[in-house]
C-alpha cells in the first residue's frame, strides 16, 4: 500500500522510511495495549532520545492512514521497541487489537526531536494523559535524579492503574479525572503550577493533552508566569471531538 499525499509530503520533508516487525502483544489493563516491535534497522540508523516518536501507516477503508506514537524502551543494539496504544474505536487501535508475531507494518520517522533543558530544573512539571504516557515516562527515565510532579489526565477508573515510572520517593502523581472537555485539569494545574515552578528562568514544564487543553495550558506558563518559550515543551497530542 502506499502512502498517499501525506507520504509524498513527508518525503520532500526527509522523513526515513522503515518496515517494523511485530515480536509479540500484551493487554496493559482494558483500555491499553502494548505492541512489540523489531525496528528494521531505524534505531541503529537515527539513535534515540526522551519522548522520541514515529508516524505508523495503517488501512483505512483502502485508504493510508497515519498516526504518530511515541516509542516505549528503545533498544539501538537490539533494535527493538515497544509502542503502547490508548485504545478508542479506530483503524490505529484496530490493528494494534489484532496484531500477532510476524505481522509488518510501515512507519516514517520526521518531526522527532528533544533537547534536555539546561540548565535543569529544580522540579519537572509534566501534564499529560495516556496518550503520552509514554512520553512522560521516558521523561523519567531520562532525567533519573531530577524530583517531578505529574499532573495526569484520566478518561476511566482504569487509567490509575496504567504502567507509570513512578519513583515515589522523587515523584508525585496527581491524578485528575476529565471533566468539562479538560477544563478540570486546567483549573488544577492552573492553581498549582506557581507554586512549583520556582524561578521561572530555570523552570521546566512540559504539556501533551489535547490540543486546547495544552494550549490552555502553554499559554498560562508563558504569559501569565512568565516562563521562557524555552522552558515550556508543549505539544497537543489529539483533538477532542465533543
Request: hydrophobic share 40%; aromatic share 8%.
Amino acid at each position: 500500500m502506499g502512502h498517499g499525499w501525506e507520504g509524498v509530503v513527508l518525503k520532500l520533508m526527509r522523513g526515513k522510511d522503515f518496515r517494523f516487525t511485530v515480536t509479540g502483544t500484551e493487554a496493559v489493563g482494558d483500555r491499553y495495549h502494548r505492541v512489540h516491535f523489531t525496528d528494521g534497522g531505524m534505531l541503529a540508523r537515527t539513535g534515540v532520545h526522551p519522548t522520541m516518536w514515529v508516524r505508523i501507516w495503517f488501512g483505512n477503508a483502502g485508504k493510508p492512514h497515519q498516526r504518530a506514537y511515541t516509542l516505549v524502551d528503545p533498544d539501538p543494539v537490539q533494535g527493538t521497541f515497544s509502542i503502547e496504544f490508548a485504545l478508542h474505536p479506530g483503524p490505529a487501535c484496530d490493528w494494534a487489537r489484532a496484531a500477532r508475531a510476524g505481522d509488518t507494518v510501515d512507519a516514517t520517522l520526521q518531526g522527532t526531536g528533544y533537547t534536555v533543558p539546561d540548565p535543569l530544573p529544580g522540579r519537572l512539571v509534566l501534564v499529560g494523559d495516556p496518550a503520552s504516557l509514554p512520553a512522560i515516562n521516558s521523561l523519567l527515565d531520562a532525567l533519573p535524579a531530577t524530583p517531578a510532579t505529574v499532573f495526569f489526565e484520566t478518561g476511566h477508573p482504569s487509567d490509575e492503574q496504567l504502567p507509570f515510572r513512578i519513583d515515589h520517593g522523587r515523584h508525585e502523581l496527581r491524578t485528575i479525572p476529565r471533566t468539562e472537555g479538560g477544563a478540570g485539569l486546567v483549573a488544577e494545574v492552573k492553581a498549582a503550577l506557581p507554586g512549583l515552578i520556582g524561578d521561572p528562568t530555570t523552570a521546566y514544564v512540559w504539556i501533551a493533552c489535547d490540543t486546547v487543553t495544552t494550549r490552555a495550558l502553554a499559554s498560562y506558563a508563558r504569559k501569565n508566569l512568565a516562563l521562557p518559550k524555552e522552558r515550556v515543551d508543549a505539544l497537543g497530542y489529539w483533538r477532542a471531538t465533543a
